[in-house]
């Protein structure tokens, strides 16, 4: 029985860059043998006790503490009553030496390895832990994903498990009390919660520099955008995407880490966020990811297909959530501006079939003089929005070059200017100024705005207000 | 733990197309993809059981595991 009695783990990942200092906490002792989604240890368990670091009673603690609190996190949201392997899931806390862990549709197996700090044990990390029960958590809820031939999905995965150990890192109140204090209420910075697996990370790094970040395994803090996997490198530099399942999962995890901290400034409405809201928050993300996961088709294409269905589920959870979770995964890439715009629940059946072409203008110099007119329905507005195109007659032909080092053609005046006013929306740089339907649009949050949309007798038109260095826009 | 059972067929990894040849290709130059051990267990590093060849002389594999390459 462990009914009123307290054992001390790891809060999250002990590896901080300070050997000896990660964060504890005294915790009530879990049940690990609890139904629904109960776990299984080969060994009898040491007592219910505080233990001190570097004993394996305080490891057996600590991952069993933060296999409890992560199951019992799912089980409550997806919900799950047992897993897909059946009603006991077995942990195997030290199989022997390598710096890794994996779930195998058998059991949670974990290992130990040199670092330059001593020896690192992968199931002391909660992040670590937390992560592979999100392998069993997501193959219980979408099982065709195990075997299938997709570079997406099998990143998906992986980004699913990180994504776990984050939000069951966030069922800690005291952890959310510090992560806030930490990132002053801006959580879509680098902090311990961004970052997963410090302790691996530092073990990794000196056998393999580029392999992991700087700072950790991986860090949910990142600036990647989307590119078919398809046509990466099977392997990369840990700054650069690869196809590699882990490597291509930081997209889809910082996309979903930076609507944490979308949705979480949403709920704060500009105040200081509480950690009751952060934990609201964390929910909230943990139920839209499951609700578009558990929708989605299994196809090539998956990033766009969970991110469309999140879109949507957002939605039936708070109304003012989709316009920030759909700029996320428009300045991700992970979604286009028109896929965005197309999410079933928010398709605008405005037929604009008219509305491109050329239209003279009366603008006065030093404008360019024409104005192009482009669909807008996907930027959120009513009409069609009015660019100026580069349009001016080329004086001599220059062209840029592509990868394989030849000449790529230059797009027309009008693909550049659709192009570009792409690249502006997507990045949140263009000021509505009150035009057209909010529910429509992308909510970006706070950001420098470099133009504005603006109505005359002609209709909405684009206008810039400022130039700038460009570097806060992310 | 390695599971020696056969795959259901529709768990195999053909390598049939653009995506799923890109895919296996990815997983054998990462050493993700191993045939089992004397010992009829899966390489640590390996994610993947080669179970098989296709004409083309790519292997057939069956996933066995999630994670292991926690390094990427």
């Known amino acids: 029985m462990t009914n009123g009695v307290q054992i001390s783990a790891w809060e999250d990942d002990p590896g901080n860059g300070v050997p000896g200092d990660g964060v504890r906490v005294t915790r009530p002792a879990p049940d690990v043998g609890r139904a629904p989604l109960a776990f299984s240890f080969p060994a009898p368990a040491p007592a219910a006790a505080v233990y001190q670091p570097g004993t394996p009673e305080f490891r057996y603690w600590t991952a069993a503490e933060a296999l409890r609190r992560g199951a019992d996190f799912w089980a409550a949201l997806v919900p799950l009553t047992r897993w897909h392997i059946g009603d006991v899931l077995p942990v195997l806390l030290d199989e022997g030496e390598d710096l890794n862990a994996y779930y195998d549709r058998q059991a949670l197996n974990f290992f130990h390895g040199d670092s330059p700090d001593g020896t690192v044990y992968s199931g002391e990390s909660p992040d670590i832990i937390c992560h592979e029960m999100g392998h069993a958590i997501l193959d219980t809820i979408k099982p065709q994903l195990w075997g299938a031939a997709s570079h997406e999905t099998a990143a998906f995965h992986e980004s699913f498990a990180d994504i776990s150990g984050i939000l069951s890192a966030l069922q800690l109140p005291s952890l959310r009390t510090a992560i806030l204090a930490d990132t002053r209420g801006q959580i879509y910075r680098a902090s311990r919660l961004s970052r997963l697996a410090e302790q691996l990370g530092a ?85 839209i990811l499951v609700d578009a996961v558990k929708a989605a088709a299994v196809v090539p294409n998956w990033y766009a297909q969970v991110a469309a269905g999140m879109v949507q589920t957002s939605a039936a959870v708070n109304p003012a959530y989709p316009p920030i979770v759909k700029a996320v995964f428009v300045r991700r890439g992970i979604l286009s501006l028109h896929s965005a715009a197309q999410a079933p629940k928010f398709a605008n059946a405005v037929n604009l079939a008219n509305a491109v072409g050329v239209v003279a203008a009366a603008a006065p110099s030093p404008s360019l003089g024409v104005h192009l007119a482009l669909p807008a329905e996907h930027y959120g507005l009513d009409e069609p929005l009015l660019v100026e195109p580069a349009a001016q007659q080329r004086p001599f032909m220059a062209m840029s070059a592509a990868g394989d080092a030849t000449s790529l053609q230059p797009a027309s005046s009008s693909r550049a200017a659709t192009s570009y006013v792409d690249d502006l929306f997507r990045r949140g740089r263009v000021d509505y100024a009150g035009q057209g339907k909010p529910e429509h649009q992308l909510n970006h949050g706070r950001r420098l705005r470099s133009h504005r949309v603006v109505k005359d007798h002609e209709g909405l038109k684009l206008q810039r207000v400022l130039f700038d260095c460009g570097l806060c826009c992310r | 733990m390695s599971d020696p059972t056969p795959p259901p067929e529709d768990e195999r990894i053909v390598p049939n197309d653009r995506e799923s040849i890109s895919f296996v290709k990815g997983l054998v130059a990462a050493g993700h993809a191993a045939r089992l051990g004397p010992d009829g267990v899966l390489p640590r590093g390996a994610t993947h059981e080669i179970v098989g060849e296709t004409p083309g002389g790519l292997p057939i594999l069956v996933r066995r595991r999630f994670g292991g390459g926690m390094a990427g």
């Open chain 1, 203 to 287: 073990a990794i790094r000196a056998v393999q520099p580029d392999a992991v970040e700087s700072d950790c395994l991986r860090n949910a803090v990142n600036s990647f955008t989307y590119e078919d996997p398809v046509d990466l490198p099977p392997g990369a530099p840990a700054s650069q995407l690869s196809s590699e399942a882990h490597s291509f999962s930081r997209l889809f995890t910082g996309a979903a880490f930076e609507i944490l901290g979308g949705l979480l400034n949403a709920q704060a409405a500009g105040g200081a966020p509480t950690e009751a809201q952060l934990l609201a928050v964390g929910n909230d993300l943990g139920r």
